[in-house]
């Protein structure tokens, strides 16, 4: 298959991106902006929203914000409405918005998967449904889907959040099929832990979870803005999936290439180290505190 990349309009390029007020979706945002495209951003916070715009604005003048909520099935028929009307059209979407979820599979209420399905994956399903048309009749497009290495990997206690990851993968990779002879092109994004606000939307039972995806989201490495960098290269040549951590992209092989057992003893050892408390938080669980006894 010969690789589809993204075109742009008669008033150059126009990205629309839902999540798009903070995290990774905002970063995208001003990457594009500084590449001179036009720049639309959905989300479904207000505040956030606008102080995003105000942000793009000072880099891309014609940056304007959609309110969205990815989980009504309207919202994004009217973004692409609202892109129609103010631009013409638009070049790239990029599915973006995303919630998390941890615990068992015995402690994971059944009104969480039901949560995290409708935002994670049919957030996704809605923003393809409702912007393929458009870009039928373009005659180009380009979808940008973020899901996780959390959809390539199997990471327990992770249930919920893997398996809509997973799902955002293989609709990526079959839209990849599917709209290639219509001349639009789809990339998927599987970045692993960075520093971002997925954990504000955590839900959980399980305050240990809790800290942990907290730690892991805060670990030193690349930031948002690495990973856009990284999204932005990709696309331009048109890259199925992207997976911007060189960790993630190692495991990823080793599980296509590893016996099955193998692998699966390397996550388990990873996931333990993962647990464990450092050595520097167990010595200061074991100091006294201040009133102890």
Known sequence: MVAITPKTGSGGGRIFITG?????????????????????????????????????????????????????????????????????????????AGVAQAGNIDDTPLDDWRWIIDINLMGVVRGCRAFTPMFK?????????TASMAGLLDMPMMSAYNATKAAVVSLSETLQH?????????SVICPSFFKTNLASSLRTSDPRLRARVDKLLNRPGITADDVAEYVYQGVAVGRCHLLPHK??????????????????AMIDRRARSMAAPSRTAAAQAQQPTAGAR
């Not at 903070?22 to 495209?37: D, E, H, I, P, Q």
């Not at 609202?82 to 979407?93: E, K, P, S």
């Not at 993630?248 to 590893?258: D, T």
């Open 178 to 186: 599917e709209l290639a002879p219509s001349g639009i092109g789809v």
């Open 20 to 96: 798009g007020a903070s995290g990774l979706g905002l970063a995208l945002g001003k990457r594009y902006a500084r590449a001179g495209w036009r720049v639309a951003v959905g989300d479904i916070n207000p505040d956030a929203l606008a102080a995003a715009v105000a942000e793009l604005s000072a880099i891309a003048p014609d940056a304007f914000a959609i309110p969205c909520d990815v989980r009504d099935d309207g919202a994004l028929d009217a973004a692409a409405q609202a892109l129609t009307q103010r631009w013409g059209g638009v070049d790239i979407v990029v599915n973006n």
């Open 247 to 264: 960790e993630g992209r190692r495991f990823w092989l080793m599980k296509r290439l590893m016996p099955r057992a193998w692998y699966v």
């Open 137 to 145: 009749a373009q005659g180009h497009g380009y979808f940008v889907n």
